[in-house]
């Protein structure tokens, strides 16, 4: 038996907007036929009102035209609103999926292709189905009808549209040949030149402190330069293919005046059909001019819709899953094996350990051993090659991310604090519940440096807002990762920006997470932290080399002598050098 691939989401949607497409289609059929009307109306003035001198018949024949191309202009508004309707209609259903699979593929690939690009692509998208060029693909199918049309005013009308339609219908294919491939790679090119250069940005001060931006700018006008050369071959192709379109149907149009001068002299046609003629080859052929008109903004638009095609199928549907207790801490690793996203190499090495609630384990290592690596298994970000994390023995991936975020607590290497009020950043941007941020606050020892800023809680980060030192924005994300009273945390160099106040601030912190039970895991190299935690965890190379308590795991590192000079630090608050930890 042969298995259908499920639809993905913009499939859905496409289907759900089917009705409406069927109904521009429809109303498409009274607009072209509707169309007739003004070469009908100089066939009647010709045939009727010239010869027959009636003004009451030009005087209805008038009327009933004003009607009909009165209601062709509202049926042409209709037409226009519902595609303006059904563009809107996608991006409602498809912005949150959208969204979240780029989410999905910036923490997939370990935040290498973060970029907004596929929400680009969806506005894009939705642009050209509110444009005209979308129109011209409902009106060209109705081309026949001009045709069998001119084949009722006379044979060599009808051929003479054929043999247009036909040329028309090579030079769009010719321009698809020539352009096609191109622009497509024009704007892949376009699109790695934009993301590399948003990278560059974000380092904005490490580029202006070393110098860099000339080199930079220099890299990303070669990539640029590529970029144009490629869009500048496509639109001159482009240009010469539509100049020649344009041309042929205007000379045709011409010509054809002389062709129905001849049949109107040699007595085939009435002198009325030698301008309707024109006129109704003129209509006919405007859908497929326009076609190729619009070629450029067609590729683009093909293009976006197959990325998010592809974006989308790779986004596999989140299960509904029962929801679980609220954990208490019991953290238990398996023979974890874990690489970085896209990778095969791994970092992490069939490791296992257990680790009560409650517990306040440091997990100190030189660099490179996999400390981190382990903070973001902990948290479930990183998915295991093989093994399993636990949280109170359930694996932590099978658990529904929007029940389990709110007790976890994350505090990463490079804090990021989002647009937003502080109180809005500390409380995860979901309702704020002002008694849990100054509780967060306060026990990340941050409260009173809140109160100190301009407007306290309500003031802004980001654009618009006031920029933050490292310090200070680690002790927020601080209180960001203690929000809620999470069961599970992890603190991710912790110190790594803290002067010696925060210092003090970050073991009281410490103090107070032990009182709460909640299990914590301090990734660290600076020594001064480990006073406040009761066990230790040592990797190297991405193995677990030590486990247990902190006084235990500290006496059998190297040497005796290693072991006194740590614990004095430890007291003192100095660093050592991460290879001895």
Same mark, same amino acid.
């Given at each position: 038996?042969?298995?259908?691939?499920?639809?993905?989401?913009?499939?859905? /949607?496409?289907?759900?907007?089917?009705?409406?497409?069927?109904?521009?289609?429809?109303?498409?059929?009274?607009?072209?036929?509707?169309?007739?009307?003004?070469?009908?109306?100089?066939?009647?003035?010709?045939?009727?009102?010239?010869?027959?001198?009636?003004?009451?018949?030009?005087?209805?024949?008038?009327?009933?035209?004003?009607?009909?191309?009165?209601? &062709?202009?509202?049926?042409?508004?209709?037409?226009?609103?519902?595609?303006?309707?059904?563009?809107?209609? #996608?991006?409602?259903?498809?912005?949150?999926?959208?969204?979240?699979?780029?989410?999905?593929?910036?923490?997939?690939?370990? $935040? &290498? +292709?973060?970029?907004?690009?596929?929400?680009?692509?969806?506005?894009?998208?939705?642009?050209?189905?509110?444009?005209?060029?979308?129109?011209?693909?409902? +009106?060209?199918? !109705?081309?026949?009808?001009?045709?069998?049309?001119?084949?009722?005013?006379?044979?060599?009308?009808?051929?003479?549209?054929?043999?247009?339609?036909?040329?028309?219908?090579?030079?769009?294919?010719?321009?698809?040949?020539?352009?096609?491939?191109? %622009?497509?790679?024009?704007?892949?090119?376009?699109?790695?030149?934009?993301?590399?250069?948003?990278?560059?940005?974000?380092?904005?001060?490490?580029?202006?402190?070393? @110098?860099?931006?000339?080199?930079?700018?220099?890299?990303?006008?070669?990539?640029?330069?590529?970029?144009?050369?490629?869009?500048? =071959?496509?639109?001159?192709?482009?240009?010469?293919?539509?100049?020649?379109?344009?041309?042929?149907?205007?000379?045709?149009?011409?010509?054809?005046?002389? %062709?129905?001068?001849?049949?109107?002299?040699?007595?085939?046609?009435?002198?009325?059909?030698?301008? *309707?003629?024109?006129?109704?080859?003129?209509?006919?052929?405007?859908?497929?001019?326009?076609?190729?008109?619009?070629?450029?903004?067609?590729?683009?638009?093909?293009?976006?819709?197959?990325?998010?095609?592809?974006?989308?199928?790779?986004?596999?549907?989140?299960?509904? =899953? &029962?929801?679980?207790?609220?954990?208490? $801490?019991?953290?238990?690793?398996?023979?974890?094996?874990?690489?970085?996203?896209?990778? =095969?190499?791994?970092?992490?090495?069939?490791?296992?350990?257990?680790?009560?609630? $409650?517990?306040?384990? $440091?997990?100190?290592?030189?660099? *490179?051993?996999?400390?981190?690596?382990?903070?973001?298994?902990?948290?479930?970000? !990183?998915?295991?090659?093989?093994?399993?994390?636990?949280?109170? /023995?359930?694996?932590?991936?099978?658990?529904?991310?929007?029940?389990?975020?709110?007790?976890?607590?994350?505090?990463?290497?490079?804090?990021?604090?989002?647009?937003?009020?502080?109180?809005?950043?500390?409380?995860?941007?979901?309702?704020?519940?002002?008694?849990?941020?100054?509780?967060?606050? =306060?026990?990340?020892?941050?409260?009173?440096?809140?109160?100190? #800023?301009?407007?306290?809680?309500?003031?802004?980060?980001?654009?618009?807002?006031?920029?933050?030192?490292?310090?200070?924005?680690?002790?927020?994300?601080?209180?960001? /990762?203690?929000?809620?009273?999470?069961?599970?945390?992890?603190?991710?160099?912790?110190?790594?920006?803290?002067?010696?106040?925060?210092?003090?601030?970050?073991?009281? /912190?410490?103090?107070?997470?032990?009182?709460?039970?909640?299990?914590?895991?301090?990734?660290?190299?600076?020594?001064?932290?480990?006073?406040?935690?009761?066990?230790?965890?040592?990797?190297?190379? @991405?193995?677990?080399?030590?486990?247990?308590?902190?006084?235990?795991?500290?006496?059998?590192?190297?040497?005796?002598?290693?072991?006194?000079?740590?614990?004095?630090?430890?007291?003192?608050?100095?660093?050592?050098?991460?290879?001895?930890?």
């Amino acid at each position: 038996m042969i298995r259908s691939t499920p639809e993905n989401s913009l499939q859905v /949607a496409l289907r759900a907007c089917r009705s409406s497409f069927i109904s521009v289609g429809f109303f498409s059929l009274f607009i072209n036929a509707l169309m007739l009307v003004p070469t009908f109306y100089m066939l009647q003035v010709y045939g009727r009102v010239v010869t027959g001198g009636s003004l009451t018949t030009l005087a209805m024949l008038t009327i009933i035209l004003t009607f009909l191309l009165v209601t &062709m202009g509202l049926l042409e508004w209709v037409r226009s609103r519902i595609m303006v309707r059904v563009s809107t209609r #996608l991006d409602v259903l498809l912005g949150r999926d959208v969204y979240r699979a780029s989410f999905k593929r910036a923490l997939d690939s370990g $935040g &290498m +292709d973060a970029s907004a690009q596929s929400l680009s692509d969806l506005t894009g998208l939705r642009q050209f189905m509110s444009g005209n060029g979308m129109f011209a693909f409902f +009106d060209a199918p !109705w081309l026949p009808i001009y045709i069998a049309v001119l084949f009722l005013f006379h044979p060599w009308y009808g051929w003479t549209a054929i043999g247009c339609a036909v040329v028309l219908l090579a030079l769009a294919s010719i321009n698809e040949q020539s352009t096609g491939k191109v %622009l497509a790679e024009a704007n892949k090119q376009s699109i790695g030149a934009t993301l590399h250069t948003t990278k560059n940005l974000r380092n904005a001060e490490v580029i202006e402190s070393m @110098g860099m931006l000339d080199s930079l700018m220099s890299r990303w006008s070669l990539r640029q330069k590529n970029v144009l050369l490629l869009q500048s =071959r496509a639109s001159d192709r482009s240009g010469i293919i539509t100049s020649i379109s344009k041309t042929f149907r205007l000379l045709v149009q011409s010509l054809i005046l002389g %062709l129905g001068a001849y049949l109107a002299v040699s007595h085939e046609i009435s002198p009325g059909l030698v301008i *309707a003629g024109s006129v109704l080859l003129g209509r006919a052929l405007a859908p497929l001019d326009l076609m190729i008109g619009s070629w450029k903004g067609f590729i683009a638009a093909r293009s976006q819709y197959a990325r998010l095609n592809s974006v989308l199928d790779q986004q596999s549907a989140e299960p509904e =899953r &029962m929801q679980l207790p609220a954990p208490i $801490g019991h953290v238990t690793v398996e023979n974890l094996t874990l690489g970085a996203p896209g990778s =095969r190499t791994p970092i992490i090495k069939g490791i296992g350990f257990n680790a009560p609630a $409650g517990a306040m384990i $440091g997990v100190v290592g030189p660099s *490179a051993s996999g400390k981190s690596t382990l903070g973001k298994a902990l948290m479930g970000v !990183w998915k295991p090659q093989l093994g399993v994390v636990r949280l109170d /023995a359930a694996d932590i991936a099978n658990w529904d991310r929007s029940q389990l975020g709110p007790h976890l607590g994350y505090l990463p290497q490079d804090i990021e604090l989002f647009e937003g009020t502080i109180s809005d950043n500390i409380a995860r941007f979901g309702v704020v519940d002002p008694d849990k941020v100054v509780l967060a606050a =306060r026990t990340a020892s941050v409260h009173e440096m809140i109160l100190m #800023l301009p407007n306290g809680y309500d003031t802004v980060i980001g654009e618009g807002g006031i920029n933050l030192s490292g310090g200070q924005r680690q002790r927020i994300g601080l209180a960001r /990762a203690l929000y809620g009273s999470p069961r599970l945390i992890v603190l991710d160099e912790p110190n790594a920006h803290l002067d010696e106040i925060g210092e003090r601030a970050l073991a009281l /912190a410490l103090q107070q997470l032990k009182l709460t039970g909640a299990t914590v895991f301090v990734i660290a190299h600076r020594t001064s932290i480990l006073a406040q935690l009761d066990r230790l965890l040592v990797m190297n190379a @991405g193995t677990i080399s030590l486990y247990g308590p902190r006084d235990q795991v500290l006496a059998q590192l190297n040497t005796p002598q290693l072991a006194a000079q740590q614990k004095p630090a430890a007291r003192a608050g100095t660093d050592v050098a991460s290879t001895d930890v």
